[in-house]
Nanobody, 121 residues
Framework: VQLQASGGGLVQPGGSLRLSCVASGVTLDRYTVAWFRHMPGQPREAVSSISSESRGSEAIRYYADSVKGRFTISRDNAKNTVYLQMNSLKPEDTTVYYC???????????WGQGTLVTVSS
């Protein structure tokens, strides 16, 4: 199982970026996928997550209060990809973002490498 995170970069305050988490070796729609970020000197923070839709139920989305209303998580099952659309970015959003996939009903976790987001003028 491999997760490839991408889409980070340098953006001005108020700008937007879309992060992608592409999976190989698994069918990602059977996994809960989450985005985390790790600020220096702080615990790792769960930014957003999306549950599996494979059992026919609508996906449940979670957003941290710090990003609610600005970030949107979504899936494209045909591309085996989960996206994190980040709008109205702030300098305090600057850090490395990681994606994590967890199969339904297990404690197994797979992590992608990080992608750096820098918000600066």
């Amino acid at each position: 199982v491999q997760l490839q995170a991408s889409g980070g970069g340098l953006v001005q305050p108020g700008g937007s970026l879309r992060l992608s988490c592409v999976a190989s070796g698994v069918t990602l729609d059977r996994y809960t996928v989450a985005w985390f970020r790790h600020m220096p000197g702080q615990p790792r923070e769960a930014v957003s997550s999306i549950s599996s839709e494979s059992r026919g139920s609508e996906a449940i989305r979670y957003y941290a209060d710090s990003v609610k209303g600005r970030f949107t998580i979504s899936r494209d099952n045909a591309k085996n990809t989960v996206y994190l659309q980040m709008n109205s970015l702030k300098p305090e959003d600057t850090t490395v973002y990681y994606c994590r996939a967890q199969p339904i009903g297990t404690t197994t976790q797979y992590w992608g490498q990080g992608t750096l987001v820098t918000v600066s003028s």
